[in-house]
């Protein structure tokens, strides 16, 4: 079965400071990957797929198949980065799509 | 255009009542799911739908109800709503091409509904 996980729950960094939200997916074939953010009270937005390869303010994720990972970064996180991140799988060409339990990224002053 | 929408914002209701979650979009977007959220569970995929006239149960699916006349609209119905089925349900749609560049769900703004 299709799986995603996110080991994180909550992940507190300081302003400035690098981040990494981790995320490892079970699945067989070959999926797309996706990173959702959700901003408090907002609904969820699509942040980054890999299949663009593209930086969206700032995060990037790189898929690493042997590893089953695609995890986001940052270099220097910001105030407003502070949010809720799903990542997210699909595998039969956007028919649906299998979540993460997501991570709470807290960034302090 | 105005997206995803989703009505209504907040729901409270009695366990044992009925009630439709309604939702729309404007992007002729073939595909459309329907998702709840509950802390620490993340998005668990309720119904969806890869067109007009075609639904399919996804991950939870138990207690609710889904049609699809038209590709516009894909309401979800609870049938006898309770207190487990209280969570915030998101409606999404996305294109449904054959294109990657296409992929990635378009979401409503969500309907928070508590049952008592």
């Known amino acids: 079965a299709q799986r995603v996980t996110q080991p994180e729950k909550l992940l507190s960094v300081f302003k400035g400071a690098p981040v990494e939200l981790k995320c490892n997916y079970s699945?067989?074939?070959?999926?797309?990957l996706f990173w959702y953010v959700q901003y408090s009270r907002q609904r969820l937005q699509l942040l980054l797929r890999h299949i663009s390869r593209e930086s969206i303010k700032g995060f990037t994720a790189d898929l690493n198949k042997g590893e089953t990972s695609f995890h986001l970064k940052k270099p220097f996180a910001q105030e407003e980065d502070s949010a809720m991140y799903y990542c997210a799988l699909t595998f039969n060409y956007g028919q649906n799509f299998v979540f993460g339990p997501g991570t709470r990224l807290s960034v302090l002053p | 255009n105005a997206g995803v929408t989703q009505t209504p914002k907040f729901q409270v209701l009695k366990t044992g009542q009925s009630m439709t979650l309604q939702c729309a979009q404007d992007m002729n977007h073939e595909y459309m799911s329907w998702y709840r959220q509950d802390p620490g569970m993340g998005l668990r995929l309720i119904h969806y739908s890869v067109g007009a006239g075609i639904t399919d149960q996804g991950e939870v699916p138990n207690g609710y109800n889904v049609s699809r006349s038209t590709t516009e609209d894909f309401p979800l119905r609870l049938l006898s709503a309770a207190p487990s089925q209280t969570s915030v349900y998101f409606c999404?749609?996305?294109?449904?091409?054959?294109?990657?560049?296409?992929?990635?769900?378009?979401f409503g703004s969500g309907t928070r509904l508590t049952v008592v």
């Open positions: 999404a749609s996305s294109p449904g091409t054959g294109f990657f560049e296409d992929y990635g769900y378009t």
């Open positions: 699945y067989s074939g070959s999926p797309e």
